[in-house]
């Protein structure tokens, strides 16, 4: 099987924009969780997506959202993008709620 | 609120070496508690996953133990392809399943 992929891998972005990244969970998992990875924090969790809807969110600012589509792909977006965002974004993907998540290689976003 | 602690930050050992990583959790009914191994700029790898005190699992090197307040990853002879950031997560039951994840600890193994 194929494991989780996301999209891009690298993402260089200016204060103030937007961006947007992409994951495509295993074949068969239905549950999506984003996780943010900073040296300084290390990884913290930032929402939950099964079935299309959101199930669990982090303590993170309403500028980051989320979706998740039908085919259990999920995008999360970051508005207004701050200096402090810089950090690897993870996706994992698990076949139901409550199961063992698996990750994918993570976008690493830049805020210059 | 769930904590996990994990000890020591960083782990230098020699080729052959055998050594204990620790995971200290507080957790409100225990769902599983996973081990990672992530390689920098990687995203983490699965491992193990545990459920109840007692339990145990290995995986070639690698052998995880739980007890009710903590994890150990014991490292048997590693070789310098163990060299990675190990990381403990806990599931909670009672807390819509977040995972909450420890600092890591990052193993170097020297041949």
């Known amino acids: 099987k194929a494991g989780v992929t996301q999209t891009p891998r690298y993402l260089i972005k200016t204060r103030g924009q937007q961006v947007t990244l992409s994951c495509s969970p295993i074949?068969?998992?239905?549950?999506v969780s984003w996780y943010q990875q900073t040296p300084g924090q290390g990884l913290q969790f930032l929402f939950e997506y099964f079935s299309e809807t959101q199930r669990n969110k982090g303590n993170f600012p309403g500028r980051f959202s989320g979706r998740q589509f039908s085919n259990s792909r999920s995008e999360m977006n970051v508005s207004t993008l701050e200096l402090g965002d810089s950090a690897l974004y993870l996706c994992a993907s698990s076949p139901d709620r409550g199961n063992t998540q698996y990750f994918g290689p993570g976008t690493r976003l830049t805020v210059l | 609120e769930d904590q996990v602690t994990q000890s020591p930050e960083a782990l230098r050992l020699q080729e052959g070496e055998s050594s204990s990583l620790n995971c200290s959790y507080t957790v409100s009914g225990l769902r599983g508690l996973f081990w990672y191994r992530q390689d920098p700029g990687k995203g983490p790898e699965f491992l193990f996953t545990?459920?109840?005190a007692g339990e145990e699992k290995e995986k070639e090197r690698l052998k995880a133990t739980l007890t009710k307040k903590e994890s150990f990853l014991h490292i048997t002879a590693p070789k310098p392809e163990d060299s990675a950031t190990y990381l403990c997560a806990v599931q909670s039951q009672y807390n819509n399943n977040d995972m909450r994840f420890g600092a890591g600890t990052r193993l170097t193994v020297k041949p």
């Open positions: 545990l459920y109840s």
């Open positions: 074949s068969g998992h239905r549950s």
